[in-house]
């Protein structure tokens, strides 16, 4: 009995021993199973409709973001006052510079030596023989163009040479304003001749140094917003720019002006002239 006992045990432990050789071999073979419904939701990608929400929130959080940073930008621009460079600083030119003084930084220049007066006003002074410099000054934010229109064509044509240097090296354009009494003549110059770059003011002062010699207040000024931003206005529109929102040009239906009014150029643009027609 002893014997087959023996028997009986060693063969018990030989199949075990099979048994787990077997297993061992065969279950590299045979991954566990997976659950077939946590692998289909696992390899899904998300639905396009909630890709494309979670898009617009994010579109929604950096046009919050950029319409904060425009706003600070812009309280940086107006804590300083315009400097406004006058080319004609004869008679009118030293009338309109008298008052642009009392708000902003003005330079005068002209074919004549006006220094000394220029200095009793509180303005300076640059030789038209000097252009470049001129129009080369840092923070020039403004070119009023008073000269007679006889000499018109050709003082603009001076300053378009400096201009494209200025928005070459510089990447900016002053406003250019004119203030002759015949509209067309003007504004058709000042768009065939200046660079696309230049912000467009046209003015009408219907008063001068005699008829405004106590101030400007109760006088009629017309103007025209000719271009902004490469923009050409349409001079049938009237048009409202919200100064608060910093990005809103209006027309008199109420209707947003399509073209670049998101654009940077176009805000600080129309934000120059605004302060300029203050």
């Known amino acids: 009995m002893k014997g087959h006992r023996r028997s009986y045990i060693f063969i018990s432990n030989f199949l075990f021993l099979l048994l787990s050789i077997a297993t061992i071999t065969v279950s590299p073979f045979f991954p566990p199973a997976v659950d077939s419904h946590q692998d289909a939701s696992s390899s899904m990608s998300p639905s396009p409709a909630g890709e494309l929400e979670k898009l617009k929130q994010e579109e929604a959080k950096l046009s919050s973001l950029l319409a904060q940073v425009r706003q600070q930008k812009l309280s940086v621009l107006r804590s300083r006052p315009l400097t406004i460079g006058i080319i004609g600083f004869g008679r ?80 900016s354009c002053p406003l250019i304003v004119d203030v002759l009494s015949v509209k067309e003549h003007a504004r058709n110059i000042l768009l065939e001749l200046l660079p696309e770059e230049c912000d467009i003011l046209c003015t009408h002062p219907m008063f001068g140094p005699d008829s405004a010699k106590h101030g400007w207040q109760g006088q009629t000024f017309v103007y025209e917003r000719t271009r902004i931003d490469g923009v050409l206005l349409d001079p049938t529109k009237g048009y409202e720019y ?31 002239i605004e302060r300029f027609l203050r």
């Open 92 to 171: 009118f030119g030293q009338f309109i510079g008298k008052s642009f003084a009392k708000y902003g930084n003005v330079i005068g220049t002209s074919r004549s030596d006006y220094t000394e007066i220029a200095r009793e006003m509180g303005v300076k002074y640059m030789p038209l023989s000097d252009l470049e410099a001129f129009v080369m000054e840092d923070e020039l934010d403004v070119i009023v163009i008073a000269v007679s229109i006889v000499s018109f064509q050709d003082t603009v044509q001076d300053l378009v040479l400096h201009l494209q240097k200025r928005i070459q090296e510089k990447g």
């Open 242 to 272: 919200d100064s608060d929102n910093g990005d809103l040009l209006m027309d008199e239906q109420g209707l947003s002006h399509d073209a670049h009014e998101n654009s940077d150029a176009h805000i600080e643009g129309m934000d120059r």
